[in-house]
């Protein structure tokens, strides 16, 4: 069930940037934890990166730490992951997910809705 609509994505060529951004029409994102996961070809589904509700905690997955940037602008419902120095390795397809609990996040396991998914692709 899709209740997070996200934009954003694309493709790049390697050491290039992009930004994801996952919004929640006519909902909040104010009492939940969001996470970004991703799913490579062939691959499970990894979680990239999560904030807390108040953005005082962010966590993110070693292979990113460094060059991905989680951030949250609750006026505008939107949560945005920030990707740079991007690497082939790095193209997935990129989700959004909220849940109350961080640890359901972190689980991999979250029940407060799913983004459409969106296409990254890094080229070499």
């Known amino acids: 069930q899709v209740q997070l609509v996200q934009s954003g994505g694309g493709l790049v060529q390697a050491g290039g940037s992009l930004r994801l951004s996952c919004t929640a029409p006519g909902g909040t994102f104010s009492d939940y934890v969001v996470g970004w996961f991703r799913q490579a070809p062939g691959k499970e589904r990894e979680l990239v990166a999560a904030i807390s509700t108040t953005g005082a905690r962010t966590d993110y997955t070693k292979s990113v730490k460094g060059r991905f940037t989680i951030s949250r602008d609750d006026a505008r419902n939107t949560v945005y992951m920030e990707m740079n120095s991007l690497k082939p390795e790095d193209t997935a397809v990129y989700y959004c997910?909220?849940?109350?609990?961080?640890?359901?996040?972190?689980?991999?396991?979250?029940?407060?809705?799913w983004g459409q998914g969106t296409q990254v692709t890094v080229s070499s």
């Open positions: 997910a909220r849940d109350r609990l961080l640890g359901k996040i972190l689980r991999g396991s979250p029940s407060g809705g």
